[in-house]
């Protein structure tokens, strides 16, 4: 895809957007996950089923993060197109093969 039409700024625009969304859910995660830790004392290399919930859903923000991420600097650095029309990142391994 041509670097500078409508349709690719729309692209990156769409991209990074999806990109600052997972981002943020990440962030809010992982905030979580320390503040429940802080809070009831439990060593972060202890295995709890109390932070058991909570750092299953740190582990899946950071995986859809990481996932955004990869589409969005395969576009930027690379001019690769996501695999979807609609940009939906959030199925796509960053290592499957194309």
Known sequence: MPENTPA?????????????QARERYFRAADELHRQIFETGIPPD???PA????RQREATAFAE????????????ANGK???SPACNVAGR??????
């Open 65 to 76: 993060y990481c996932r955004a991420l990869a589409t969005y600097t395969e576009l930027i």
């Open 81 to 83: 197109l996501p695999d």
């Open 8 to 20: 690719r700024r729309a692209l990156e625009q769409e991209l990074n957007r999806k990109l600052q």
């Open 46 to 48: 202890e295995h709890s």
């Open 51 to 54: 932070l058991a919930t909570t």
């Open 93 to 98: 391994s960053p290592r499957e093969p194309e």
